[in-house]
């Protein structure tokens, strides 16, 4: 388990990602534009132009980390890939919060020790799911990184349960 911060990588502008994190907790484009000042169908123009922007993003950071693309679901902002030379999934993630994120599993994650690590590592799972209106119980949010990203991931991508 580990996950690895790209830097704030933002590929979107700050009202993209309004809207795009809007639409992720479930806000309908309706309530957005109310919110937002705007009309509906610029609400619709700015998540398309958002989703390609995000589409664009994972596959580049899926790229330049060497994985072969299983699943690009840009709409819910996850790439699904696997590496081959290390012979493991990985996940790339963008929220408006954490930027754009790449999580790889490894073998024992619970001999991982460092407090502060796991810590931060569970700070972000729990954004992500949080900004995904992804509702976790009180064991999932207490468990282990590694078992909690996989309770976040796989309720994005079925695949990431295999």
Do not use: C
């Not at 690009?72 to 902002?77: A, M, R, S, T």
């Amino acid at each position: 388990m580990t996950h690895i911060d790209v830097g704030v990588l933002q590929p979107l502008t700050s009202k993209q990602s309004a809207a795009w994190s809007s639409f992720q907790r479930g806000i309908t484009a309706i309530e957005i534009a109310k919110r937002m000042k705007t009309t509906r169908q610029n609400v619709h123009q700015t998540l398309k132009i958002a989703e390609v922007k995000i589409s664009k993003t994972l596959l580049d950071v899926a790229r330049s980390n060497g994985l072969e693309i299983k699943v690009l679901q840009p709409e819910k902002g996850i790439l699904l890939g696997y590496n081959p030379p290390l012979k493991r999934n990985v996940v790339v993630t963008y929220t408006s919060k954490n930027g754009v994120r790449v999580w790889y599993w490894y073998d024992n994650p619970e001999k991982i020790d460092d407090k502060k690590l796991l810590q931060e590592t569970r700070e972000y799972l729990l954004n992500e799911a949080e900004e995904r209106g992804i509702r976790l119980t009180l064991e999932e949010k207490n468990t282990h990184p590694a078992r909690l990203a996989r309770a976040v991931f796989s309720r994005l991508l079925p695949e990431v349960r295999s």
